[in-house]
């Protein structure tokens, strides 16, 4: 009797709480569509009239129609290149035939991956730079004195200031006879790095700067080397903070590389954005939210799975 | 080597395979051996740029036709956001070739601007522009000019219509503005052609004023072709000359009046080239005959058929192309301009790909282009009429052009009479739209007839 009467409470709050953590963003997300129809009803604009969330989804399953008969062509290609080879043989049984690959057009859900790989690739560069000087600077108040002012002068530049410098760098430096990368991939990836580095830069020197004074002093009584207390005690006491920085940085990357993409013509969601506005038809706007959601969406789950790496790392102390 | 470079094998199917070995298997083999040493491709993977205009289409067709991969060449073709970046990209080499303004590879090689020597073996297309003023714009000139209000509206319209509008407009201090899409655009020199010949001054270059407005009665800037329609719209420009769909699109969607195309300005004037490096081009020979051919290909089917166009239309409309609405890229691709929301007319030469040798690069249409560059102050000094035949020989390069038509015209691809017997200059014409005479050999004398630019 008195387990139930005990019970019962607890499952009322229980059923509360759900109710109300999804009860409510439900709700919120019910009134923004609601919202959104009713504006995307009155307000005309110079493509036509406001897309509204059913035109959105509606370009979402033509840009994966898009996307499937993109893979179709590619069968009908290499099909065509059968044939020709099967013909070519025929003609010279020794002749020497070249396989090509089919040049293959981005399709949104291409140039999603093309994207990541740039956003990643920023985020790699800007993190080998940055936590070696973060640390640096901890562990040296005059580097860190000296490197102060660069800190402060680069970090707030918006990507699109950086992003000609760095175009005109990459074509003048980099010309090899076969390049891996594209010219544009790495002015995006540059550009990323050079404005996604400061968060980690910044708090790496603060996790070091504020290791406990005890810790350090083990590592001088147990004599370690330089590198040694770097690896062993340093870095592993400043680990928690070191990934605030990195995920912050991934955040502000993601930011900067539509922007980047768009100017520098990389083929990802940021170029996507800026060629469906030049269209000017009456999908463009439709399509432009399918990319807002998508970059929004994919910046989101960047966030978690840092935020859960930072836990991993953060030995209790609670991470938000 | 690529058979199906041959035309027999275009046409392949067994019937005819087993005929031909039969009958001719010396003959086949004289031919396979003969087109060998000229069919391979320097650097078969290609990628083109272009800007999403409906002028394009050579490029696109000949892609998505079939055309470049019957010449071994796998192309890919990528939208670029705008002329500079586009001439920059094409420079550094991360294009191999693109669609290009005919001033852009005359301008590089003099160095207005960028600095390179870019060349041009294929002209695009004939035509394709039109000037659109804002519906405020036009109304006033309706209020002023009695004449014009008739119906149908007296074309073309001069821009003698519009001087009252602007000289109200430049004593109010709030001078008209225009907008074109590139310094040495056709479009600009058009737009300005236009202007001029009504008795208003576009404005010149000069070493102190780059943006091209010195003495100018409307201030002329630069607005990307696709971006044309959107600033109208917000009022920070009132008018604009740029290519197709962006004059049908403000008519469509009411905000303006295609008052002028480029075709009642000067009749069947050239407008974009395939452009690519001097370097590129020493590098790549058969690969650059390879992508004329395929070009010169694409230019002949789109003007085949009413059919083809509208294939074309549906083929451009993809977003990865000019990816404007299908109805606003018919508009003018299928022979009719609209005006006005109520006056559509038949133009069946507004846009021409391959009709009156539209494809062959003719020296006089560089000299025209450098003869408007001197006009308004790009060329900042006089040049004698060599130097013009100078720098037109090294930028348009006709002798490509011939060798890819011949080899089209051995396969059957073309007829003798499809490529002109010229010298590379076009006969005098005065088919403009002030009547003046333009004779290619002549530019200085051409520069004195002019009443509004330099005139050495």
Redesign the interface.
């Known amino acids: 009797m008195s387990t139930t009467s005990a019970a019962a409470p607890r499952w009322e709050a229980l059923a509360r709480s759900a109710l109300r953590n999804i009860g409510i963003p439900t709700l919120a997300i019910a009134v923004f569509l609601g919202c959104w129809s009713l504006a995307s009803r009155n307000i005309q604009v ?2 036509g009239s406001l897309p509204g969330p059913v035109a959105v989804v509606e370009e979402v399953k033509n840009l994966w129609a ?1 996307h499937v008969a993109e893979g179709a062509k590619e069968r009908e290609f290499y099909e ?1 290149q059968a044939q ?1 080879k099967e ?2 043989l025929a ?2 049984p020794n ?1 020497e035939w ?1 396989e ?6 981005p399709t949104f859900f291409r140039q999603i991956v093309t994207s990541l790989q740039t956003v990643f690739t920023g985020f790699v560069i800007a993190s080998l730079v940055a936590v070696p000087l973060g640390v640096i600077c901890g562990l040296s108040r005059g580097f860190n004195l000296a490197l102060n002012p660069f800190i402060q002068l680069f970090k707030p530049v918006s990507p699109l200031a950086w992003l000609p410098i760095v175009m005109i760098l990459v ?1 003048a430096l980099y ?1 090899p006879p076969e390049p891996f990368f ?3 991939f790495l002015s995006s990836a540059i550009t990323v790095a050079l404005c996604s580095l400061w968060p980690t830069l910044i708090n790496t020197a603060v996790g070091v700067a504020s290791i406990d004074q005890d810790y350090l002093n083990v590592a001088r009584v147990l004599r370690l080397g330089w590198f040694a207390k770097v690896f062993k005690i340093v870095l592993p006491a400043a680990l928690p903070l070191i990934f605030t920085g990195l995920r912050l940085s991934l955040g502000v990357g993601w930011m900067v590389l539509i922007a980047a993409e ?2 520098a ?1 990389n ?1 990802g969601l940021g170029k996507f954005v ?11 706007l439709a ?1 432009i939210m399918v990319a807002v959601f998508t970059i929004g969406l994919i910046g989101f789950a960047l966030d978690r799975a840092m935020l859960s790496l930072q836990r991993a790392v953060s030995f209790g102390a609670q991470a938000r | ?4 470079r041959l035309p027999i ?1 275009r046409r ?1 199917h067994p019937e005819r395979l087993v005929r031909i070995r039969v009958l001719n298997t010396a003959w086949l083999f004289a031919a ?1 051996v003969a087109t060998l040493p000229a069919a391979e491709p320097e650097k ?2 290609l990628k083109f740029g272009f800007i ?1 205009l409906t002028d394009c289409a050579p490029i696109v067709i000949a892609k998505e036709k ?1 055309f470049f ?1 019957d010449e071994g060449l ?3 073709v ?4 705008n002329w500079k ?1 586009l001439l ?2 094409v420079i ?3 294009l191999d070739g693109a669609h290009m303004l005919a001033g852009q590879p005359l301008a590089a090689t003099i160095g207005f601007g960028t600095k390179a020597h870019v060349i041009t073996a294929f002209s695009m297309d004939l035509n394709g522009n039109g000037v659109t003023l804002a519906k405020s714009v036009w109304e006033e000139m309706l209020g002023l000019n009695p004449e014009l209000a008739a119906t149908p509206t007296p074309r073309p319209v001069k821009a003698d219509a519009l001087k009252p509008v602007v000289q109200r407009l430049k004593a109010a201090g709030t001078p008209l503005k225009m907008g074109m899409v590139f310094p040495v655009s056709t479009h600009n020199y058009e737009l300005r052609y236009w202007l001029a010949a009504g008795g208003i001054h576009p404005g010149f270059y000069t070493p102190n004023d780059t943006t091209g407005t010195a003495e100018a009665d409307v201030l002329i800037s630069v607005t ?1 072709p ?2 044309m ?2 600033t109208l ?1 917000q009022g920070t420009i009132q008018g604009y000359c740029v290519g197709e769909p ?1 004059n049908q ?1 403000a008519v469509i ?1 009411d ?1 303006g009046v295609a008052v002028v195309t480029d075709y009642e300005i000067w009749k069947n004037n050239p407008e974009k080239v395939f452009g690519v490096t001097a370097a590129w081009a020493e590098q790549n020979p058969q690969t650059h005959i390879a992508v004329v051919k395929a070009l010169i290909r694409a230019a002949k089917w789109l003007d085949e058929s009413p059919e083809n166009r509208v294939e074309a239309c549906r083929i451009l ?1 993809r ?2 192309y ?4 299908f109805q ?1 890229i018919a508009n003018s691709m299928t022979g009719t301009w609209q005006y006005t929301a109520d006056d559509t007319r038949p133009m069946p030469d507004f846009n021409v790909f391959f009709r009156y040798f539209a494809t062959y690069p003719y020296y006089s249409d560089a000299v025209w282009y450098l003869t408007q560059m001197r006009r308004w102050g790009q060329i900042g000094e006089a040049k004698s009429d060599d130097w013009y035949k100078q720098t037109a020989t090294e930028v348009y390069r006709p002798d490509i052009y011939r060798a890819a038509a011949k080899e089209l015209i051995e396969e059957g691809y073309l007829a003798a009479t499809d490529i002109p017997e010229t010298d590379g200059y076009r006969a005098v014409t005065d088919e403009f739209i002030d009547g003046i005479a333009y004779d290619g050999r002549q530019p200085n004398a051409y520069l004195q007839k002019l009443a509004i630019g330099l005139k050495d």
């Open positions: 110079s493509f898009e065509r020709r013909a070519f003609k010279n002749g070249k090509r690959k089919y040049a293959a057009r074509s010309n594209e010219k544009a768009m100017l013509q083929p800026w060629d469906m506005f030049q269209n000017g038809s009456s999908q463009t399509q | 080597m690529n058979p199906s094998f392949w396979v078969p993977d999403k079939g991969e796998y192309v890919t990528e939208a670029q956001a970046i920059d990209r550094t080499g991360e990307p696709p971006q329609p959107a719209a962006w699109q969607r905000i409309s977003r990865e000019v990816g404007a609405d606003v």
